[in-house]
């Protein structure tokens, strides 16, 4: 039976039955031949993945499957969406639980994740393989902004819970999809950091910390994965008000801090602009397609500009 699967995919040339050939032989998948029902559902997919080929016209992501963590809200809900839009199968994970219920598709699965819990991750993950068969791109995205809190006041719990989700998250999250990315096609891994990396603000020490070490991560990962194919990129974003980290309170503090309406503290960039979570989203799917398939190692900001980044 195995067999019979692994000829059809290798003579096969959509993505799914290369993905299952090469699953085949990844060793922590073993249980993927377990029992009938697994052996049915790797078969059912490959007929799946033929009939939303079929559905697609010309669509980027065709036939790519996306990993988005942070899902279930501002920048990796509006990630998720443009991925799916473009043809992508979209597993998004977040501690949140809407993520569960987020789009009636069959192109996407929202698992109840924490990124700070390996096994969770390790579940996630095994979960995304079972079903859809491998994975081509990771945007490592969830985080959080904790409060503010100067170097002599900063809490211990603050600054470890900022470590934990913003960065050691990030590089667990990496090392369990780097054997599934290495048989991905055209593999991309987008590491969501922040203008804060180049241009960091006082009270923030626990979280500009933690992305500078997320970049640094980023960097060297693109250094380590060059070989296996997989790109490495970093987008810096900064000032994206329609997410959960800007509540409309903490936007009119921060706005009359600087003596500014909400209006000019949202367009305070060099272009006058305003960046939302769908411009980055769109950003970090441009990345991951083939226009930028020569580019790995790269930061982008996408912050309207920024006198201090530039
Ligand atoms: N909004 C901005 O201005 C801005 C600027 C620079 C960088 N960023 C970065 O963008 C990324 C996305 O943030 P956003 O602005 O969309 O905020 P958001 O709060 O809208 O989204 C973050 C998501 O991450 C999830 N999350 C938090 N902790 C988690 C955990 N332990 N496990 C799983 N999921 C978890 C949240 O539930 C939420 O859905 C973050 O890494 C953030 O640091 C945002």
Redesign the pocket.
Known sequence: MIFNLIDAAYYSFTKAHVHLYVVAYIQDFRYFFDSAKDIFDMEYWVLEQMKLKKKGENLQFRGKIALV?????????ATAEVFLREGAVVVG????KKVGKMFSKSSFLGIV????DKQEVKKAVQSLIKQFGGLDILVS?????PESESISELKDSTWNKSLD??LS?HQHLLQTCIPYLSYGLEASVVF?????VSAPGPGVAA?SVA?AGLTQLGRIAALELAEKGIRVNVV??????D????TKDVLKKRAKHYKMSVKEYKTNNLLKTEVT?KDVAKMVCLISSSAFSKTTGAQIPIDGGNERVI
């Open positions: 963590t942070g899902a279930a809200n501002g920048i990796g809900r994970l977040d501690i949140h994740c924490d990124v700070t995205n969830a985080g959080i902004f989700v913003n998250s969501i950091a922040s203008k804060n979280y992305k810096h974003p900064n000032a994206v008000f997410t959960g980290i800007w979570s």
